[in-house]
Nanobody, 118 residues
């Protein structure tokens, strides 16, 4: 089993920044992909960003490219999401996600609220 714990959400004004963290614990393989999805109120869950442990390849949703940066600390099994230039449309519940290498099982965190409002 894998547990994911998110932190760093909150309320900010447009143009400001936030940094989300997600720490994974439990039985974690050496190779996995980890990242963030978000779900705005009344809408479907969408990709924000993912990163692999092998090589650190990243993938971003179109709406966050150039503003958000995902990074990882392999020693801590932790992934970070630096969000700059936040917009009201970035408001959502952000979910941490992990998929082990060679597995189709998705693990999700409980979600953390990010609200961007003036």
């Amino acid at each position: 089993q894998v547990q994911l714990v998110e932190s760093g959400g909150g309320l900010v004004h447009p143009g400001e920044s936030l940094r989300l963290s997600c720490a994974a614990s439990g039985t974690i393989f050496s190779i996995y992909t980890m990242g963030w999805y978000r779900q705005p109120l009344g809408k479907q869950r969408e990709l924000v960003a993912t990163i692999t442990t092998s090589g650190g390849s990243t993938n971003y949703g179109d709406s966050v490219k150039g503003r958000f940066t995902i990074s990882r600390d392999l020693a801590k099994n932790t992934v970070y999401l630096q969000m700059n230039g936040l917009k009201p449309e970035d408001s959502a519940v952000y979910y941490c996600w992990l998929r082990q290498g060679g597995s189709l099982i998705n693990y999700w965190g409980q979600g953390i609220q990010v609200t961007v409002s003036s």
